[in-house]
């Protein structure tokens, strides 16, 4: 489980370096979201021999999407944030034809 959070979590990151470089080239898009890697480390002398950690990130964050669709954020439509973030998901969308979808954006 551990190996293929790491996977998904560096595999969007990716995407993320990909749809950076392309709206560098629209004059004004500003700054696009980062994804920040998340790390593997083998701990073989405890129970559960794998973990992943992250940089700790401090502050109030903002869902601009999520995964379940149980929750509405307005804030993703109402900010530029929001609105960057949405892009970047239907670009992977696009991007991928239909087989990756990138949710649980929070900033």
Do not use: M
């Not at 439509?77 to 991928?96: I, L, N, P």
Request: proline fraction near 5%.
């Amino acid at each position: 489980v551990r190996v293929q959070e790491c996977q998904v979590q560096n595999a969007a990151r990716e995407y993320a370096k990909l749809y950076a470089a392309e709206a560098e080239s629209l004059e004004g898009f500003g700054e696009v979201p980062e994804i920040i890697p998340i790390f593997l480390i083998r701990r073989p002398s405890r129970p559960i021999p794998y973990a992943t950690v992250e940089e700790e990130l401090l502050g109030d964050f903002v869902k601009y999407s999520v995964r379940d669709g149980r929750e509405v954020n307005f804030l993703r439509r109402d900010s530029e944030a929001g609105q960057k973030c949405c892009t970047f998901q239907h670009w992977v969308y696009e991007k991928t034809g239909g087989n990756l979808l990138v949710t649980d954006l929070q900033g």
